[in-house]
């Protein structure tokens, strides 16, 4: 017995099968520890092709349940208000070069039921024979957290935006050079300024009287060195009209766009200083009449000592 066999050189055959192999798990290894989600989606079929295993725990379910959900998955996890935004981005693809990356933010919905706020980052795969896109790859990253964050300083934001805009009192932020970075419509109705006439980007020393300069200069200074604490100090303001108008201030050191600046808090106190000075006025007149009432006691006293003297004069007088 004989046996007639046929050798073929398949060494670049191996080869290459190992350069997959390896390249193969090289790209497993970097999907693995990618943080978020790395999927394949079928634009044709509108099902997902891959996923890696971190759909596991941010969505609570197995690869191949993901995969079992096939067309279903979007509605499955996306929330229906969301859903709009998750089609517009499906249906872009037509206009889409191979480099460019599609981004989008919503909200998915866990096995649990826990909402959950996703980052999405779409690129192009592969192209059918028309050149229209097939499938694309993408990732997903949870950005709840991020979120909740920025929601959260909104809303703090609109809070210390209404107490600055309803406040009665004028806030003004001042940068290290006095220059105006924000006023609010107290500020702005104490200038005597319409709301129109811009007080950011003018300097502070155009408002204050000549006279109270150094002093909001060495003020200034003080609060952005903190030397001082903050209390209240006065300044004149000179109003487009010519009128003077008495400020009680407080100023602190905040930061605006990273540098040190000073945030002023100032009531118009002007009728309480009028209303000082006239009763400063009417207490030296009161004073001054208080005076001349009682010179004109000791001048009536001594005018009536006087007047029994004459009396008796005027009496020893006529006898003699």
């Given at each position: 017995r004989?046996v ?8 670049d ?10 390249t ?25 092709l ?6 596991g ?12 959900l ?7 996890i996306?929330?229906p208000d ?11 693809w ?10 989008s933010?919503?909200?998915v ?12 980052r ?9 050149g ?28 210390y ?12 932020l ?6 105006i970075?924000?006023a ?35 003020r ?11 209390r ?32 002023g808090?100032?009531n118009?106190?002007?009728e309480q200083?009028?209303?000082?000075q ?11 009449a208080?005076k ?5 006691r ?11 003297l004459?009396q008796?004069i005027?009496?020893?007088a006529?006898?003699?």
């Amino acid at each position: 017995r004989r046996v007639l066999a046929g050798v073929r050189d398949i060494t670049d055959r191996k080869r290459a099968e190992e350069a997959l192999r390896a390249t193969q798990q090289f790209n497993e290894t970097i999907v693995g520890a990618i943080p978020g989600i790395v999927y394949i989606w079928d634009i044709v079929a509108r099902r997902p092709l891959f996923a890696n295993q971190n759909v596991g725990e941010l969505l609570g379910y197995a690869p191949e349940e993901v995969s079992a959900l096939r067309e279903h998955l979007l509605a499955q996890i996306v929330h229906p208000d969301d859903m709009e935004v998750v089609a517009n981005l499906l249906s872009r693809w037509d206009d889409v070069t191979d480099d460019q990356v599609l981004t989008s933010e919503y909200r998915v919905r866990t096995r649990s039921g826990d909402l959950r706020w996703w980052l999405g980052r779409d690129k192009v795969l592969t192209r059918g024979p028309d050149g229209r896109v097939q499938q694309i790859i993408g990732t997903a990253r949870d950005i709840t957290e991020r979120r909740r964050a920025e929601l959260a300083l909104q809303e703090s934001e609109a809070r210390y935006r209404t107490l600055v805009e309803a406040s009665p009192s004028g806030i003004l932020l001042i940068d290290g050079r006095g220059t105006i970075a924000f006023a609010n419509p107290v500020a702005y109705r104490i200038c005597g300024l319409p709301s129109t006439t811009g007080l950011v980007g003018r300097s502070v020393y155009e408002l204050v009287i000549p006279d109270d300069h150094h002093s909001l200069e060495v003020r200034t200074r003080a609060v952005l060195s903190r030397r001082v604490q903050p209390r209240p100090f006065r300044l004149r303001l000179m109003r487009r009209d010519g009128e003077v108008r008495h400020m009680a201030l407080v100023g602190v050191r905040v930061f605006h766009d990273g540098v040190p600046a000073v945030l002023g808090v100032g009531n118009d106190v002007t009728e309480q200083v009028l209303a000082a000075q006239e009763r400063s006025r009417l207490e030296q007149q009161l004073r001054e009449a208080q005076k001349m009432e009682a010179i004109g006691r000791l001048a009536g006293g001594v005018a009536h000592d006087f007047n029994n003297l004459l009396q008796a004069i005027l009496g020893y007088a006529e006898v003699l």
